[in-house]
């Protein structure tokens, strides 16, 4: 069983960074290729970041290409995002996702989500 705690939200100011964290507290997440979506309000979630269960492949939507960072440490069960130069269009709930089967690009029903953590960034 994967169960997702992501952490690390909060309130910046845009240019700034933050790092999100997502553990897992079972004992199967090196099995897991992750990914990181997000939903604004009034919008639909989107992909930001995904990453092979190896770690040797990663993905990113445009809109945060050089700019975010995915990288995961299996001996930890955490997968993390690297976010810097944030920008008010970043403001979201980030949440993350574990696919036992693909590389999470889109937002499905399958596999286990966290419950979110809130990244709000002022101008």
């Known amino acids: 069983q994967v169960q997702l705690v992501e952490s690390g939200g909060g309130l910046v100011q845009a240019g700034g960074s933050l790092r999100l964290s997502c553990a897992d507290s079972?004992?199967?997440?090196?099995?897991?290729?992750m990914g990181w979506f997000r939903q604004a309000p009034g919008k639909e979630r989107e992909f930001v970041a995904a990453?092979?269960?190896?770690?040797?492949?990663?993905y990113y939507a445009d809109s945060v290409k050089g700019r975010f960072t995915i990288s995961r440490d299996n001996a930890k069960n955490t997968v993390y995002l690297q976010m810097n130069i944030l920008k008010p269009e970043d403001t979201a709930v980030y949440y993350c996702?574990?696919?036992?089967?693909?590389?999470?690009?889109?937002?499905?029903?399958?596999?286990?989500w966290g419950q979110g953590t809130q990244v709000t960034v002022s101008s």
């Open positions: 990453i092979s269960w190896s770690g040797s492949r990663t």
């Open positions: 079972g004992r199967t997440f090196s099995s897991y290729h």
């Open positions: 996702n574990a696919d036992l089967y693909s590389i999470p690009l889109v937002p499905t029903g399958r596999g286990f």
